[in-house]
């Protein structure tokens, strides 16, 4: 076969992937931005103090639902913490949020099936609760104290300047989310792995390391160690774990990845050790690497007492008959994930950028306004946890964060500046300048 020939089997591929999990995937995108209006982040802060079990259920209940990744979890679990939730309840909320979502519940689904879907959200809510009630036990501490947090006003701020000021209807902000925001965030992983699972179906025959990836324990390790250290969110998962099913992996195999991929990554591990501690980092990679080992072989004992479980066996072999809708799906689908990461690109500088430089010197900046730059925020989430986390600090009257320019503006009367470091690196990110 000639060069243009597989290059041609790869185009047709991945195009077949995309359009397989594209009707999946806009109906998911819907359910998720209106799931973050009535859901959101500052909902979820609100309703995560005290002791006991019952804070992490509730942790992990309202994590569930909500689409996002190990990455932009981080600013949010930090922020919950930093508000008044329990070690326990922080660590059930990491560990079941970036697992699912509605948005790749509804594509895992779709993809490969009701069973997988349903294995998949148990697995996110056993590991969480189990993780959050470990650490729980392990180390106990209930709500922080008020000297403990960064509000200095010792209470978790409800109040409307807390949180962007948005005037909009619910239905638009959900639909901006769905179609704007989400596929931004999500976009360039999903492609990634959408064109990586094309060409392991173009060029590599099914079954190709069955030998190795086939079922049982050692397959599902291996399936763990892949995951834990990459970075891949829930949704951009599910076509590699196609990929890997046609290689040759076993259903439970393949769930091992979709566990333990978007749980973690070598940047969340090193979060969840800043802060919340060296023992709950341990159980929080403990509880992955266990829960989606037991998660695989679940799924592959339970197909193989009670059969195939409806598990479509084009989903194993890759070999896709793609209708005419879903090929009208994957246009609008790429469609919106090209405006939304390259539509916006011509805009209007910030205007804290030239009218607010950084001061030289001293830990205090009299009136006016400072700019932050800020290493490691990822999407909207990321700039958006760290916005609220700046706009409750002392003394400032409003913080705007520009996510291309990766910097802050914030603007009011005396402000720390040391004070405003702490609170970007409390959540996770690097202050830079």
């Known amino acids: 076969m000639s060069v243009l020939n597989y290059i041609e ?30 859901l959101s982040p500052e909902w979820v802060e609100r309703h995560l103090g005290g002791r006991g079990l019952a804070p992490v259920l509730k942790a992990v209940v309202l994590g569930i639902p909500l689409p996002l990744c190990s990455c932009s979890v981080i600013p949010v679990a930090a922020s919950i913490r930093n508000h008044g939730a329990s070690r326990g309840a922080t660590t059930g909320f990491l560990l079941a949020t970036p697992q699912t979502g509605v ?60 949180a962007t000021k948005d005037t909009e209807p619910r239905w638009k902000r959900g639909l901006r989310y769905a179609f704007v925001t989400l596929p931004r965030d999500i976009g360039k992983p999903l492609a990634v792995g959408i064109l990586i699972a094309g060409l392991i179906a173009a060029v590599m025959p099914p079954g190709l390391f069955a030998k190795y990836l086939g079922g049982g324990f050692l397959a599902m390790l291996l399936m763990m160690v892949v995951g834990i250290p990459i970075y891949v969110c829930a949704t951009a998962s599910i076509p590699l774990a196609l990929g890997f099913m046609h290689l040759g992996a076993s259903p439970g195999a393949a769930l091992v990845f979709l566990v333990a991929g978007p749980a973690t990554n070598a940047a969340t591990l090193a979060t969840v050790f800043k802060v919340l501690g060296k023992k709950t980092a341990l159980v929080y990679l403990a509880t992955v690497a266990l ?3 037991a998660a695989g072989l679940a799924l592959d004992t339970t197909i193989r007492v009670l059969g195939g479980l409806g598990l479509p ?55 006016g306004a400072v700019v932050l730059k800020i290493d490691g925020m990822t999407c909207e989430h990321c700039s958006s946890s760290v916005a609220r986390g700046l706009r409750n600090a002392p003394g400032v009257t409003s913080a705007e964060v520009d996510l291309a320019a990766g910097q802050a503006t914030v603007r009011g009367e005396n402000l720390d500046l040391a004070g405003l470091r702490q609170v970007v690196q409390d959540l996770g990110y690097e202050v830079v300048r």
Request: proline share 6%; hydrophobic share 50%.
């Open 103 to 162: 948005d790749s519940i509804v594509a895992t689904w779709g993809m490969l099936g009701p069973v997988f879907a349903v294995f998949r959200a148990l697995a996110a809510f056993v590991t969480g609760l189990i993780g959050g009630a470990v650490v729980s036990v392990v180390e106990p501490d209930g709500m922080l104290a008020p000297e403990d947090t960064p509000n200095s006003k010792g209470r978790p701020c409800t109040e409307s300047c807390c």
């Open 291 to 293: 829960g989606s080992l």
């Open 9 to 38: 089997q790869v185009l047709a591929q991945t195009w077949n992937v995309t359009a397989e999990m594209a009707p999946y995937l806009l109906f998911g995108f819907v359910i998720a931005g209106f799931v973050s209006v009535f």
């Open 313 to 367: 066996e084009h989903h194993m072999t890759h070999e896709m008959t793609v209708a005419w809708w879903q090929h009208i799906s994957a246009v609008a689908l790429v469609a919106m994930i090209a405006l939304s990461l390259w539509g916006g690109r011509v805009r209007k500088a910030a205007p804290a950028a030239s009218e607010a430089p950084a001061p030289s010197g001293g830990d205090r900046a009299g009136e």
